[in-house]
Structure formats: structure tokens, C-alpha cells
């Protein structure tokens, strides 16, 4: 059997400086979950299909099944742990919990960090545009249309626009 | 999910008398029926939920299953000890390492049945592909399947088993030698002569329905963590389970410890019935969590996740309806042939999808000749067992596809069809042909509000205009009924080895004035944490949030099977109110000494005692502390234990309806298939908390989408699952389902402690065929039938083609020219 | 679904990467990995050793040079979806990026690693096809140039040798009065197509001066419909003209037949998908003369 050498990382995560020893290998999603014990981050399918795990790497959305941890060297990285709290929820968080947009809430931190993305680099114009921006996200308990209203009502709100 | 025998008797029809409380009292704040925002949100929305694989325990270890490659082969070595010798590898084991594990059996007094032996590890012969023939335990799941490569099988091939019709009638390939079939059970349904009155009837409609094999596809792989303690000789697995109480009950069966078995369900990430039954991985971690004295954590990845979890639906489907020219339905008579894989799953058994179809084939309507038979065929695939909706959505999809044909060949309008044959409010109970007994429950209703919310009559306008212009639209209507939270009665008449009609709850109040209410339910996305805690609330006059729910552990509860067959709301709901309601007459006694007044003047209401028309109150607290803690206050014989524990079985089951109406456009050219709307109009009786009704009708409609457009497990003739990744097992995403209207209605309520109504499985029920309907409705002016699901663009094709309808050259017979053809993107 | 052990190799210069390919027998290059790491979390490919390029600066650029865009092999779908210089001179590309997988995909997935994958229904390999692109090369022997018909060899092979890397694609300006389109049919948003096609049409005083049609998912490689361009080449624009053209699109196609399509239902989409998007082009290329 065939073993690498380990690799030395430093990355920042959430706000906070990790140095770890990693094998080439491991996924950017096992390294959160596992070396970082940042267990928020979901893993579905590990072929980059159902995006559970889905974080933000150096701003911008990421499956992180389909990065190593090596690769993020010198990134930024934001879990869903970078959100809020639960006594202290993100807006995104309020809004889905209000329009019950979660229920067996696996495949919800994937959505939030996908959701953060589109809300800053997305027009969102038409519920179209929202399911469109969401399609890279499997959910297979609500249908769907909570989310599509949490995120209109967020979309409205960054807009200025009265729901 | 349950099963259903022929000849229920009717039982008690008449509505739940409304209590006295909810005539005396007007002040106890209401929560049942509030949108309630959810408890467990906070935590899951933070990923602060913990689903086994998050878990961590100290010398934990993990395994990889070697699974088989073959669907049938006889097993003639296996050789491990590369695999042994491997980087970071604890252990490997075969069936010859678990030989002290006798084989799951799932029994049944059910006539015609054979029970298959299911083994943890492959023994002898391997039956479908992910079957798991031998493990590895190593120091991380990287280092465990570096080993599985290094495991060599020797297999000599056996015939594949892959078409049900053959594998029926061969005595050659088969799958469970000691048998002589692969027909392992087999059941008729019968009332009146559906025969002779088809071959008189006047008119009469046929078809051969084919509904494909689905995968549940939580999107929480399976994941199971074993810990046993060795100084106490006690096995806790945590398990993704929907059912912890069986899975305790028949883990300390099968590993001979009684007593020592404690199986709890953390958050579990979805189950849609897949997770509802006893898996082989279970029953390994636990065993080699004791033989190791580690914790042993398996967590499935989305592969053997598709090869292995239990897959759902899979008939095939010969049906007849006659009827006379004013449409009146005389007799229905149906072949149905389950698929049903390798092996009799535990505890359902292989007949709970296939007899549900013939069992709830008749559907909502008065037909008085029904004869149904059906046949469970094994094949050399993986097992299926409950997949939300169970049988239904099949015998729906036949049923309402039947109902269209007939609509067609009489002229009529499918909606007045409908309306000619539904049970009519006045009808009530009326036994169908299979035997089951539909109480009172707004049929007639809910189609008449679905079509109202969907301007029925403006919509076949708007088609025919549609039409005119080329275009193909497609309205599609489907009606059923299901019966939801049922009791003892109707479950144990199959003769499974388990009641599932039965939910004890505890609820309690602490030394410090706490709530905690204990249920056998175990919820994995269903809100129950919400739900029950707004039922426990109500009652007892705390807020929801101050009842904290224990749900999803063995240890918990005496007994208590866990969710699953849109039970919990019923019985899990009916027994919190019935134990929560002896526990206020407690408070009530106590705090009527504390405050000096009688009985019937205290009231409880947002976390307070107090007495009628005045301010003199105390809080659950004080009253917590008087008779715990404060040894004055209370006299002896007054210090009542906090306390009550009933339980609730409904003893039959109650009747949900629904009525889904789906508009459908597909493209003339290409035949890709565009959902424009998708109406529900359902009647779950009263309503617990409008959002999560909400919720769960989305999810189930989404569910139902995928079936009719999208999603199928392909076998090749080797039985090599081809669709074993979410690229080629296709789920919908959001823009394949479109926004979905949702209108409840009440018609009367259910007879049961809260008047609900199960409704967790109904929008995966109709969604397939209203879908259908409609796909056949917009095809109807070129004669096709919609026979099969999925149907798929490429179903379609060939269905067109060989209608001969398609226009011989591009553009032909359309309506073209470049300025219609714009891209959508600039739209 | 762990991936197999490898060595990992992150390279700041083209030099260096061609280095690192040449000291390994069994060495892949890893740019935006959204086909590379799920074919080796399925243990599909085992390399020994991963040369990580992302650190090469020099590959994220695109810019204009003599005649056309260069487009580095590292740029972003999302990147050439939203870049100025392509919205300007290649609009087809964004259309065709919206097709591409889901957001978070389009955030990491490259140019390059399209290509180089060369999936028969992808979009880049399409327009690659479609936009006459040069495909750039660096090698142990230095820089070479490939044109798509020859880099594009079977369903997921390409013509880049052991020690190459593909480095960019050059993508030279559509002629004056042209207009393109591009559209697929998918089961899913976002899944790959069951057929795509692309168009480009230049007119000349209503005549067309210039035609491309580029088929992608019916065969092994993207393909270029020759007699449908034939056909067109030299004709005054019409509707009929173009649904001829459209017709003659399947001329000598023979698709796969896979899971979720046969081939006959591939053959019958050619026509369709190629008049809807040659009209597109027309019409757009009428907007480009006025």
C-alpha cells in the first residue's frame, strides 16, 4: 500500500488560525469535520452532487467534498458554524427558521452557505432566478418551496424591496 | 405501511365529543394549530444537530463493508489476509467470524409466505449487488477501504434474477433454494364477482402498469455507531434509525443479550421509510463493537447507500375497470406482481409494499366487484421495503390512471367522473373490495376545493385555446384515500411479529417545576419535537418551548416502535394528550390545596396555576417546589408524584384524503416535461401546526414528482445497479418542482383524543398520479396512454414514435419562425 | 468513497508543473477537480502524485490579444461567464455557462480541466468546437497549439501527451455581422446534456457569409456539423433554409445510447435544438448588422 507524505497547512477558519499535519488525501470536508471537529458541515454524497457540504472558500461557495484540505493552504474558509448562534441566529437562519424552510436539517448548513453566496453575488430577480441559484442543493424534505420563500423574503430585504 | 386484512369491522364513527375543557375554558392559551416556529430549529440551523457520523467516542474505530459485486454467485472463498496485513487495520471478518448470530427472519402468520433467512454477512451465496460479504475495521475509513481492495472473493456466477415475470415462473434460477419458487408469498383479495360482471360490463378500461424501483434517498447516509460497556455488558448503538425500540428488541435477540441493548436515534437526517427497518450493518457494528471492546462507527457513503438501502415500489401491474355509459364503476379485477429483491425485510416482511397495492387498489370509490390478487417475486436485487406511501402510490397511479381512461372512453370530464363514483359524505363507513373501511373524511370535498383552487373549468379553457396554438397542456387530477394512524386492530391481522399500533408517552414535571414528555415515536425531520411539545403545552398550560421532548431512544420508553407510517402524530399525539390530561388533574389537585380552592376552579394556562376570576396564582415551579422540596407546605397524602403515563391505541385507523391536481407543458418537440402548477387539497383532520402540515405535503409532492419524471434504479441484465450515483439516480431540485398550493379542509374530525389525521406520506401518494394524468391528458389528442413511471423525455419519444405522431421533419407542422424562437435566456 | 493515497505537488509556474508531470509515471494535474476528485473519491483514478496548478497566477487571466481572447486554462466558468471581455466579444459563452453544473461548480470548475476531461456533452469541449478555439500546450518540448478536432480523441481522452498541460485556449474574434447561440436539453437543470448544440451565423447584405454548427453528447467528441454548414454557407437567410440546414445537422451521427437517452432520441433532438439555436444565432446576427 502506497502511503503519501503528510503536508503541513495553515488556513483560516471562521475566524481562526489552524496550522494542522494533513495526508495529501484528506477531503477539505473531513479535515472540518473531523480534524477541526466543525461537524456542521454535512457530507451526502461526496461526488459534488447534492451540496451538503457546501462552505466558502476564500468568499466564494465550494464543495468542500471536492477540494483536499491541502488545497486550502492560505484560504479562507466559512462553515456554517460562522453564522449565528442559536441564541443568537444570522438573518439567513431567521428566515428559514420562520418560514420553516428546514426539516430534517441535513442537507440545511449546505443551503445557508449556498444561499449566503447568492444573496451576495446574485441579482435574484424572479423565484426562477432563486431556484435556479439553488438547484446545486438537493433538499429531500421540504419540496423546496419554503426555502424559495425564505430566500425571496431575503433577496426583498437586501433590495429594499417590500415583500 | 401497515398492512391490511379484509373484513375490518366498522368501528366507532361518530365524532370526538369536544372535551369540557375546551368548553369551560377559553383562557389556556391555544398552540395546537399555530404555525409554532420550530424548536429543534435553533440547533440544526447553527450545525449544532448531531447525526451519528458527528459523533466522536474515545477508541473509536471505523469499518468498511465489502460489498458483492455479483447478484447471484455462490461464495467460494474469500481470502483476507492481505487485507488484515494492511496500514491502520484492526480486524477483517466474514460470516464465519458472526457465526454465533443466528439469521433475521421476518415472520408472519400470513398464509402463502416464505420467510426468507437473512444473513449479517453473505453465508454460502451472495443475492444482489451491495450485499455485504465481509467488513474491515481499521484506524479510519481512508485506511478501511485502502483494505477492502486488498480482499479477494472467489464467486462461481448463478443465474442473475432480474425480470420479475421469469423469476415468476422459474423453477431453474432460484434465489432461495429450499423454496422451489421465487414466488415467496402470494394473497388474493375478493368481494363480489369482478369477474363476470367485467365481461358483461358495458364498457371497460385495461392496462398494464409498470412502476419502477425508487430509492428513498435521504440525504443522510445510513450511519450506525456502536459502544459497548464492558463493565456493565451493556451495547448502546446509536443508530439513523426510524424504529429504535425494534431495533433494541431484535438486537438483543439476535446477540443474546436481554436487558442489555439500548438503541438511540440522535438526529437522523430524513428516513422516508428506508431507514424503518433492521439493516445487516446494524447488527455488525454492535456485534464487533463487543468482540473488540471499542466503539465501531459505520457511516455509509451515497454508493452503497443506493445499492443497499432498502428501495421501494418496483410492480407490475394488470388492471381492468368496467363500468356502465353513465359512468358508474361496476367491477375491478388486477394482477399485481411485486418485485421485491433478495430478501424478506425485517420486521414488514416483502409483502407490506406489494399487498398495499392490491389492498388500496380500489381506492376512494364505490366499486362493488373487486378481485385483486398479488404475487411477491424475489430477485436478485436489493430488498425493498417501506418507501413513503407504501403501495399506494402505485395503486393510485393505476387506479387514477384507470379513472382517465374511462373519463376518455365515456366522453366525460375525469373531475365529474370522479364526483359520479367518490364515497359521498352520506356513505360513511363504506368497506371497499379489499376490506378496508373508509371512515368519514372529506373526498368529495377536497376534490371540489382542489379544483376550485386551481379554476378547473378556466383551466380547460385555457388548454383548449392552448392547443390550438401547438402547444401541449396537460391537466391531471388524482383522488385516493389511505388510512393513517392505525391502531392494533388492522396491523397485527398479517401476523407481523410487532404491534405497531400502539405510543405510551410519560410527561413530568421535575423538582424544579421542568417538563419533559417521553415518547417511543423518533422523529427525523417530521417536527415532532415541535408538534408534541405544542399538544403537551396546550394541555398542561406551559409554553411549547418549556417542554422539553425524549424521543428516538429504547431506554426512554417501555415500548415504542419509533415513526413511521403517519403514525406519530395520531398515536404518539393521542397519547400525549390522554397522559398529559392526567397529569393536569394532578396539578389541578395540588394546586387547589396550595390555593385553597376547589378543583374546578384552577386553571393552568403559559406556565401558570391559577384560579378562575382572580389573581391568585403560582407557577409550575412553586408548585414543583411544594411538593418535592418544601417538606411543609403539603400534607403527606397531598404530595402527588408529578407525574402520568398512559397509552394510546386507536385500535383501528383513521382516514386521510387528498385530492392533487397537476398542470403540465411539455415541449412538442423535445418532450421535456414542465410542471406549471401543482394543487393539493387535503383533509388531515385538525391540524397541529399549519407549517409542518405544510412542509410535509411539499415534501411528499416533491418525492411524488421524482417519481412520475425522474427517478428509477437500473438494473442491467447482470443485475449491476447502473444508477448508483445522484448523476444518474436523479432527484428533483428546486427547479424541477414547482411551487406548490396547499388548501386543508376539515370535513368532520377523526375519532381520536386531538381529531388528527395522519398525513405524512399523502403528497408522495397522489403526486404520481396527477403527474401521469396530466402527461396524458396533454397527449391525448395523439391516443397515448401514460402506462409507465417514470416517464421520462426518452419514455416519451418512444411512446410518440410509435404512435406515429411525430412530424416527419424539423419545424414541421409547428408553428416557427425566428422571432418565436427565442432563447430563454433573453426573455 | 475515500479517494487512494497520492503524493501532492502545489506549483507556482507553468515550468514547474511540466517538471513535476515528468517525474512521475502516474501523475494528473488537479485545477478545479469538479470531475477529477469525484473519479478519485470513487476510486476510478489513482494517481501517484497530484500537481495542484491553482497557484500558477499567470493561467487566470483572459485577455485580449491579436485577433481573439486568450482564456486561461485556470479561469473560473463563472469567470468567463462574467467577465467583461467575454460578455462583450463571446456572449455565447455566458449563455453556455449557465448550463454548466450549479453555482458552487461554476465557482471552482476551469476552463482547462473541461477541456482537458473532454466529456463528449460538456460545454466547454462544445465551445471550444464551435469557436474554433486553439488549444495552448506547454510540454517537455516546449509550447505546441491543437485545434479541437484533433485534441478531442474518445470520451475523456484528448491528445495532450504524458508531461503536457494544457495551458489556455485562444479563442479568435467571431467575423463582423455574426451572431451565436448555444442551447442543450437536460433532464435537470444542471445535469449534463443529453444533446448540445451550439451556432454561430454570419451575414453578409442578408447573406450568410459564415456558418458553424457544434454538436456536443452525440458522439464521442464534440463535433462540427459540416453539411448542415455546408448548406448554409452562401444562401440568403431564411427560415426554411435554416430548418434544411437543421435537418442535414444528424447527417453521419451515430449516438451513444446511454441511460438516459438512446440514440434515436438524440438523432431526433439534433434538428430541434439545431434550428432553435441556429435562429437564435440568425437573428442576432441580423442585431450585429443593423
Redesign the interface.
Known amino acids: 500500500m502506497r502511503m503519501s507524505r503528510t503536508v503541513d497547512i495553515e488556513l483560516t477558519v471562521n475566524g481562526e488560525s489552524f496550522a494542522e499535519t494533513v495526508e495529501p488525501r484528506l477531503l477539505l470536508s473531513d479535515f472540518l469535520r473531523e480534524t477541526l471537529g466543525l461537524t456542521g458541515t454535512h457530507v451526502g454524497c461526496e461526488h459534488g452532487i447534492c451540496g451538503a457540504c457546501t462552505v466558502r472558500v476564500n468568499g466564494v461557495s465550494a464543495r468542500s467534498c471536492l477540494m483536499f484540505a491541502v488545497q486550502a493552504d492560505g484560504a479562507t474558509v466559512e462553515t456554517v458554524e460562522s453564522l449565528g448562534t442559536v441564541s443568537s441566529l444570522h438573518r439567513i437562519q431567521e428566515a428559514f427558521r420562520k418560514h420553516h424552510a428546514l426539516q430534517c436539517g441535513f442537507c440545511t448548513p449546505g443551503f445557508l452557505m449556498t444561499v449566503k453566496d447568492l444573496l451576495e453575488r446574485h441579482p435574484l430577480t424572479t423565484n426562477a432566478d432563486i431556484r435556479d441559484g439553488l438547484s446545486g442543493n438537493i433538499c429531500r424534505c421540504t419540496g423546496y418551496d419554503h426555502i424559495v420563500k425564505a430566500v425571496r423574503e431575503l433577496a426583498n430585504e437586501r433590495d429594499g424591496v417590500a415583500s | 405501511m401497515p398492512m391490511n386484512d379484509a373484513a375490518f369491522q366498522p368501528g366507532p364513527s361518530t365524532p370526538v365529543p369536544l372535551s369540557e375543557d375546551d368548553v369551560l375554558v377559553s383562557s389556556r392559551p391555544k398552540y395546537v394549530g399555530k404555525p409554532v416556529q420550530r424548536l429543534e430549529d435553533p440547533r440544526l440551523l447553527t450545525g449544532a444537530g448531531r447525526y451519528v457520523a458527528d459523533m466522536v467516542i474515545n477508541r473509536m474505530v471505523h469499518v468498511a463493508f465489502l460489498r458483492s459485486d455479483q447478484s447471484h454467485a455462490r461464495i467460494l472463498a474469500i481470502r483476507t489476509e492481505a487485507a488484515r496485513a494492511a496500514t491502520g487495520v484492526i480486524g477483517v471478518y466474514t460470516a464465519a467470524d458472526f457465526s454465533d448470530i443466528p439469521p433475521v427472519v421476518a415472520t408472519s402468520r400470513m398464509r402463502n409466505y416464505h420467510a426468507t433467512s437473512n444473513p449479517a454477512l453473505a453465508v454460502d451465496k451472495v443475492r444482489y449487488v451491495g450485499e455485504p460479504v465481509a467488513v474491515v475495521v481499521a484506524k479510519s475509513r481512508y485506511l478501511a477501504e485502502d483494505a477492502l481492495a486488498l480482499i479477494e472473493v472467489d464467486y462461481e456466477p448463478l443465474d442473475a434474477v432480474i425480470e420479475p415475470e421469469a423469476a415468476a415462473a422459474s423453477t431453474t434460477a432460484l434465489l432461495h433454494d429450499q423454496f422451489g419458487t421465487n414466488v415467496i408469498f402470494e394473497r388474493v383479495f375478493q368481494t363480489g364477482e369482478a369477474s363476470q360482471v367485467l365481461a358483461a360490463a358495458p364498457l371497460s378500461v385495461k392496462g398494464r402498469f409498470r412502476f419502477h424501483r425508487k430509492s428513498p434517498l435521504f440525504m443522510e447516509n445510513r450511519s450506525y455507531l456502536a459502544e459497548y460497556d464492558r463493565g456493565r455488558d451493556l451495547l448502546t448503538l446509536h443508530s439513523s434509525t426510524q424504529i429504535p425500540g425494534i431495533v433494541r428488541d431484535v438486537l438483543s435477540s439476535l446477540l443474546a443479550m436481554p436487558g442489555k441493548v439500548r438503541v438511540v436515534a440522535p438526529d437522523v437526517g430524513g428516513g422516508f421509510g428506508g431507514k424503518g427497518s433492521l439493516y445487516q450493518e446494524e447488527i455488525i457494528v454492535s456485534a464487533l463493537a463487543r468482540k473488540l471492546g471499542r466503539p465501531v462507527k459505520f457511516v455509509s457513503d451515497r454508493m452503497e447507500d443506493l445499492a443497499s438501502s432498502s428501495q421501494g415500489f418496483d410492480e407490475l401491474v394488470e388492471a381492468e375497470l368496467g363500468f356502465d355509459e353513465t359512468g358508474r364503476f361496476l367491477a375491478l379485477k388486477a394482477d399485481v406482481l411485486g418485485d421485491i429483491g433478495a430478501y424478506s425485510i425485517y420486521p414488514w416482511t416483502a409483502a407490506l409494499e406489494p399487498v398495499q397495492v392490491v389492498s388500496f387498489l380500489p381506492g376512494a370509490y364505490k366499486i362493488p366487484n373487486y378481485f385483486g390478487r398479488v404475487r411477491g417475486v424475489a430477485t436478485s436485487k436489493a430488498p425493498t421495503g417501506p418507501y413513503r406511501g407504501v403501495g399506494r402510490p402505485t395503486s393510485v397511479f393505476v387506479l387514477e390512471r384507470l379513472v382517465d381512461m374511462a373519463a376518455h372512453k365515456l366522453g366525460m370530464d375525469p373531475k365529474d367522473l370522479r364526483h359520479r363514483n367518490l364515497v359521498g359524505a352520506d356513505e360513511f363507513p363504506y368497506r371497499i373490495g379489499s376490506g378496508i373501511i373508509w371512515e368519514r373524511s372529506g373526498f368529495v370535498e377536497c376534490l371540489d376545493r382542489a379544483c376550485e383552487v386551481i379554476d378547473y373549468e378556466a383551466l380547460r379553457q385555457r388548454q383548449q385555446a392552448a392547443r390550438k396554438q401547438g402547444r401541449w397542456l396537460g391537466i391531471g387530477i388524482a383522488t385516493y384515500a389511505e388510512l393513517t394512524g392505525i391502531g392494533s386492530r388492522i396491523s397485527v391481522a398479517p401476523g407481523m411479529p410487532i404491534n405497531t399500533g400502539n405510543e405510551s408517552a410519560t410527561v413530568r414535571i421535575d423538582s424544579t417545576g421542568a417538563v419533559t414528555a417521553i415518547f417511543g415515536v423518533a422523529s427525523h425531520g417530521q417536527s415532532l419535537e415541535t408538534t408534541l411539545a405544542q399538544i403537551v403545552a396546550e394541555e398542561l398550560g406551559v409554553r411549547p418551548q418549556d417542554v422539553e421532548i425524549v424521543h428516538g431512544d429504547s431506554a426512554a420508553t417501555a415500548h415504542g416502535t419509533g415513526t413511521y407510517a403517519s403514525r406519530s402524530a395520531v398515536i404518539g399525539g393521542g397519547a400525549a394528550i390522554l397522559t398529559t390530561r392526567a397529569l393536569r388533574e394532578k396539578v389541578k389537585r395540588v394546586a387547589s390545596h396550595l390555593l385553597e380552592a376547589s378543583v374546578e376552579d384552577i386553571e393552568t394556562g403559559d406556565g401558570r396555576i391559577f384560579v378562575r376570576g382572580t389573581d391568585h396564582q403560582i407557577t409550575f415551579a412553586e408548585l414543583a417546589r411544594a411538593v418535592y422540596s418544601d417538606m411543609q407546605t403539603l400534607p403527606l397524602d397531598k404530595r402527588e408524584k408529578l407525574e402520568a403515563s398512559e397509552s394510546f391505541d386507536p385500535y383501528l385507523g383513521t382516514t386521510t384524503t387528498a385530492t392533487h391536481i397537476a398542470l403540465v407543458e411539455i415541449d412538442p418537440e423535445t418532450y421535456g416535461v414542465k410542471l406549471q402548477r401543482f394543487v393539493v387539497a387535503e383533509d388531515c383532520g385538525r391540524m397541529i401546526n399549519p407549517l409542518v402540515v405544510d412542509g410535509q405535503v411539499h415534501g411528499g409532492v416533491a418525492q411524488g414528482i421524482g417519481a412520475a419524471l425522474l427517478e428509477e434504479l437500473v438494473f442491467d441484465g447482470q443485475g449491476q445497479l447502473l444508477t448508483a450515483s445522484l448523476v444518474d439516480y436523479m432527484v428533483p431540485t428546486a427547479v424541477e418542482v414547482p411551487a406548490i398550493e396547499v388548501s386543508h379542509l376539515e370535513s368532520v374530525l377523526p375519532n381520536n383524543p386531538g381529531g388528527f389525521r395522519g398525513m405524512g406520506e399523502g403528497g408522495t401518494i397522489g403526486a404520481p398520479a396527477a403527474v401521469a394524468n396530466a402527461i396524458a391528458d396533454a397527449l391525448a389528442p395523439l391516443g397515448i396512454e401514460i402506462f409507465e413511471l417514470p416517464a421520462t423525455p426518452e419514455r416519451l419519444f418512444r411512446l410518440i414514435s410509435a404512435a406515429g405522431a411525430i412530424p416527419g421533419k424539423a419545424g414541421a407542422g409547428f408553428p416557427s419562425g425566428i422571432a418565436q424562437e427565442t432563447n430563454a435566456m433573453e426573455e | 468513497?475515500?479517494?487512494?493515497?497520492?503524493?501532492?505537488l502545489?506549483v507556482t509556474s507553468i515550468d514547474e508543473a511540466v517538471r513535476a508531470l515528468q517525474a512521475s509515471c502516474d501523475a494528473k494535474i488537479?485545477a478545479g477537480?469538479?470531475s477529477l476528485?469525484?473519479m478519485?473519491?470513487?476510486?476510478l483514478v489513482q494517481p501517484?502524485l497530484?500537481v495542484?496548478i491553482?497557484r500558477i497566477a499567470a493561467l487566470s487571466q483572459i485577455t485580449e490579444t491579436t485577433g481573439g481572447l486568450t482564456i486561461g486554462a485556470l479561469v473560473r466558468h463563472?469567470e468567463s461567464q462574467k467577465s467583461q471581455l467575454t460578455i462583450r466579444h463571446f456572449p455565447v459563452i455566458a449563455?453556455a455557462m449557465?448550463h454548466v453544473?450549479?453555482?458552487?461548480?461554476r465557482?471552482?470548475g476551469t476552463i482547462g480541466g473541461s477541456l482537458v476531461h473532454a466529456d463528449p456533452a460538456a460545454e466547454w469541449p462544445l465551445l471550444a468546437t464551435l469557436l474554433d478555439a486553439e488549444l495552448e500546450i506547454h510540454g517537455p518540448d516546449g509550447e505546441r497549439r491543437a485545434i479541437p478536432a484533433e485534441f478531442f480523441l474518445g470520451p475523456l481522452v484528448t491528445d495532450l501527451q504524458e508531461g503536457e498541460l494544457l495551458t489556455a485556449a485562444h479563442l479568435p474574434y467571431l467575423p463582423a455581422g455574426a451572431g451565436a447561440?448555444f442551447?442543450e436539453?437536460a433532464?435537470?437543470?444542471?445535469?449534463?446534456a443529453?444533446v448540445s448544440v451550439g451556432a454561430v451565423v454570419a451575414l453578409r447584405d442578408g447573406v450568410i457569409a459564415e456558418a458553424r454548427l457544434a454538436l456536443g453528447g452525440v458522439g464521442d467528441t464534440p463535433l462540427r456539423a459540416q453539411a448542415a454548414e455546408t448548406h448554409l454557407v452562401g444562401k440568403p437567410l431564411s427560415?426554411g433554409l435554416?430548418?434544411q440546414a437543421?435537418?442535414l445537422a444528424v447527417e453521419g451521427l451515430e449516438p451513444n445510447t446511454d441511460?438516459?437517452?438512446?440514440s434515436?432520441?438524440r438523432l431526433?433532438?439534433v434538428?430541434?435544438?439545431?434550428?432553435?439555436?441556429l435562429?437564435?444565432a440568425?437573428?442576432r446576427a441580423r442585431g450585429a448588422c443593423e
Open positions: 468513497m475515500k479517494p487512494a493515497p497520492f503524493d501532492y502545489a488537479i477537480g469538479q476528485v469525484p478519485m473519491n470513487f476510486r501517484e497530484l495542484d491553482n463563472v449563455e449557465h453544473a450549479h453555482v458552487a461548480i465557482n471552482r447561440a442551447d436539453f433532464q435537470r437543470a444542471g445535469d449534463f443529453i427560415d435554416l430548418a437543421a435537418t441511460l438516459h437517452a438512446s434515436e432520441y431526433h433532438l434538428p430541434i435544438l439545431a434550428r432553435r439555436v435562429a437564435t440568425a437573428r
